[in-house]
Antibody, heavy 114, light 111 residues
Framework: QVQLEQSGAEMKNPGASVKISCKASTYTFSTDFFHWVRQAPGQGPEWMGVMNLDTGEKRSAQKFQGRVTLARDTSTRTLYLEVSSLTSDDTALYYC???????WGQGTMVTVSS | DVVMTQSPLSLPVTLGQPASFSCRSS???????????LSWFHQRPGQSPRRLIY???RRDSGVPDRFSGSGSDTDFTLTISRVEAEDVGFYYCLQYTRWPYTFGQGTKLEI
């Protein structure tokens, strides 16, 4: 079964960028699409975008377009989410998940504060 | 974007009693292939969400049969037949019929 291991917590100043990684341990899932979802404190989850680890096909929610970059490293089966121009509203737990949200990473806490 | 509205926001229940969660979508979730892409998740404090139900009523492997999903088009329900202590936490619905995927704001189950 696929396991998703995410990078550690980050603290950033407003205006900075953050890059989070998500390593997919094995390839035993039906599709190679992986999604990014974030959850602000006390809020419900919010879908950010999706990337195909094999083809590089990607799509992000319009709300984040221009500020979010999705990338991958096929040799290590690692996906990346970069968010730029951070504000306090970006303080959240960021998750990667398999297609259909079956398996989730442990989450990466990003705190934006001066 | 499809707006997912859950109710109630908080649901106090007694152990052993049933619980019912509502999720309504602003647009039909029935796709042209006949599939309705609506899932339910459970999240305990400090944990990642866990998928319970997909395609409205299909239970994930390992999910107790006291959990069931129903509904169609824009109106969906998750039911717990007999609540157990481990069921506390938040429940979210997710639609993945239309881009961007959207979650409901959640219902907190309290005992």
């Amino acid at each position: 079964q696929v396991q998703l291991e995410q990078s550690g917590a980050e603290m950033k100043n407003p205006g900075a960028s953050v890059k989070i990684s998500c390593k997919a341990s094995t390839y035993t899932f039906s599709t190679d699409f992986f999604h990014w979802v974030r959850q602000a404190p006390g809020q419900g989850p919010e879908w950010m975008g999706v990337m195909n680890l094999d083809t590089g096909e990607k799509r992000s929610a319009q709300k984040f377009q221009g500020r979010v970059t999705l990338a991958r490293d096929t040799s290590t089966r690692t996906l990346y989410l970069e968010v730029s121009s951070l504000t306090s509203d970006d303080t959240a737990l960021y998750y990667c998940t398999t297609d259909y949200a079956v398996i989730w990473g442990q989450g990466t806490m990003v705190t934006v504060s001066s | 974007d499809v707006v997912m509205t859950q109710s109630p926001l908080s649901l106090p229940v007694t152990l052993g009693q049933p619980a019912s969660f509502s999720c309504r979508s602003s647009q039909s979730l029935l796709y042209t292939d006949g599939v309705t892409s609506l899932s339910w998740f459970h999240q305990r404090p400090g944990q990642s969400p866990r998928r319970l139900i997909y395609e409205v009523s299909r239970r994930d492997s390992g999910v107790p049969d006291r959990f069931s999903g129903s509904g169609s088009d824009t109106d969906f329900t998750l039911t717990i037949s007999r609540v157990e202590a481990e069921d506390v936490g938040f429940y979210y619905c997710l639609q993945y019929t239309r881009w961007p995927y959207t979650f409901g704001q959640g219902t907190k189950l309290e005992i």
